[in-house]
């Protein structure tokens, strides 16, 4: 089992829509996670930490569910401007080392 | 305020030669990593440092690979002898050390091996 997973997509979805990405971990003592955003030929970028009780930032909504061990991202009112792969990114348990899920490819249609 | 900074940007080289890529970290950063990225492989972690120092190298391919920093403010990746398979993007990232501090990555290195 990878250490962590998604769904590579791609996730087709017409603006204004609503989608969720999962994304699963399989160690159970992980304690930091992100989800960055990766433009085609470009650098990942931090999009927004996820905190044990979920959080906000304008459209987008992150949440930890330690239980079930994953973490999932939704964007509500899906722009053009959404369409990138995102990364779920989580924390390896006693070190700084970031483990890189190999991304959700989303695509906002017109 | 500046952020991660790598050079070259672009490299394209022969079979055989020494490949030196370069970064410059975030002011005021003191945890580094390098990555490399393919489309079979993804986002890989290769090495990183804590104030200056490597602490975990597991990632790096071969001996054919080697990573110093010798001051806070600089880090190279050298790859001797290059071969094709080890085109890639390569980044460099900087972060404050510790648990949830988030890493910024550098524009990458677009290598290229002939």
């Known amino acids: 089992r990878k250490e962590v997973e998604q769904d590579p997509g791609p996730f087709n979805v017409p603006e204004g829509a609503t989608v969720a990405f999962n994304c699963t971990y399989s160690n159970s003592a992980s304690q930091s996670f992100f989800w960055y955003r990766q433009d085609c030929r470009k650098e990942p970028k931090l999009l927004m930490s996820v905190y044990s009780s979920g959080n906000e930032d304008g459209r987008f909504t992150a949440q930890l569910n330690r239980a079930s061990q994953y973490i999932s991202l939704l964007i509500r009112d899906s722009k053009l401007s959404d369409s990138a792969t995102y990364l779920c990114v989580v924390g390896a348990s006693g070190t700084y080392k970031y483990i890189f899920g190999t991304g959700t490819r989303l695509k906002v249609l017109a | 305020d500046a952020g991660v900074i790598q050079s070259p940007r672009h490299e394209v080289t022969e079979m055989g030669q020494e490949v030196t890529l370069r970064c410059k970290p975030i002011?005021?950063?003191?945890?580094l990593f390098w990555y490399r990225q393919t489309m079979m492989r993804g986002l890989e972690l290769l090495i990183y440092f804590n104030n200056n120092v490597p602490i975990d190298d597991s990632g790096m391919p071969e001996d054919r690979f080697s990573a110093k920093m010798p001051n806070a403010s600089f880090s190279t990746l050298k790859i001797q002898p290059s071969e094709p398979r080890d085109s890639a993007v390569y980044f460099c990232?900087?972060?404050?050390?510790?648990?949830?501090?988030?890493?910024?990555f550098g524009d990458g290195t677009r290598l290229s091996i002939l």
């Open positions: 990232a900087s972060s404050l050390m510790g648990l949830n501090q988030p890493q910024h």
């Open positions: 002011s005021g950063h003191n945890s």
